[in-house]
């Protein structure tokens, strides 16, 4: 049976990487596996290089005066390595969801931490707005997409201090100014690749300027003078994305891949609009074209709605528990038939109520 991954991460990842993955563990350099090789070898620094590389010239960031890392800990690591790196005195932080208040709750060992705005009030429904941004702040510090909650931030604010922003569940999925963000980090594990990496873009002129100690792994010039390999990188799933971002370019790049998830964003939510049976849970004009998140109207549907889509291979529809329901994770690999197939399952369900 096809199946249909709308799983919210780990996710769908797509079949010709995973097939290029999937033999270069038994075979990559002469007969000998990617994961038993040196890490030092020319073919597995080639591989990080080339990632590297990819990762900028996909942002649009060649030239700019920013670095890109491949390293280990998941986007979790990066809460606490932002503000170890970046808080000198204070730093400012929108709050628009789980992840949001967790890399809050990360920076507060450090320092003294500004909320400028939160949904919390809301669960997190909406994206805040029409709030300042402290010029006197070592950094303002965004989530850019919430993947529980199914938001995403439209229009970034133009900062007055370095901007950091949280991409875990956007990146690469559609164009913006990333020149805009002075540091950017996202796991690897929704539009790049397997878990066990996380990808940090961060534009070198802000480092240095922090007078505490920091630990050589948790220290973005160490990681930036060893060129990304200070100590045995995660070599799977830095192939492993070398290859989905090799895919993406192949296919023209974020502006290409954009277009296709609009048309399944917006078929997604015009279902959900149409439908009487369901109802959306973020506010519209916030609404992520990543995580679509929704009710049924009804709840002793469920039963029946739930048989619906996993007999037509659907996967990982199941919402997170904080929001209860359902969500439509459709990330860079997801395709637009896959759509198709949910939103003929949400049609049928009213044909049949
Ligand atoms: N930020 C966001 C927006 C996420 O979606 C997630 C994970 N789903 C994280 C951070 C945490 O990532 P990790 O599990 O890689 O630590």
Redesign the pocket.
Known sequence: MQRHNFS??PCVLPQEVLQKASQALLDFDNGLSLIEISHRSKAFVDVMEQARALALELLGLEGKGYKALFLQG????QFLMVAQNLLEKKAAYLNTGT?SDKAIKEARIFDDITEVASSKSANFNYIPKGFDIPEDHDYFHL?S????FGTQIKNFPKSPIPLVC?M??DIFSRTLDFSQFDLIYA?A??NMGP?GT?LVVVKEDILGKVSRKIPSMLDYKVHIDKSSMFNTPPVFAVYTSMLTLQWLKDLGGIAAIEKENEKKSRLMYSEIDLNPLFKGFAAKEDRSDMNATFTLTNDDLKDTFDTMWKEAGINGLNGHRSVGGYRASMYNALSLDSVKVLVEVMSELESKA
């Open positions: 919210a991460g998941g986007a979790s690591t992840w989530t997409n919430n993947t529980i949280d875990s569940s796991g594990q929704k878990a996380t």
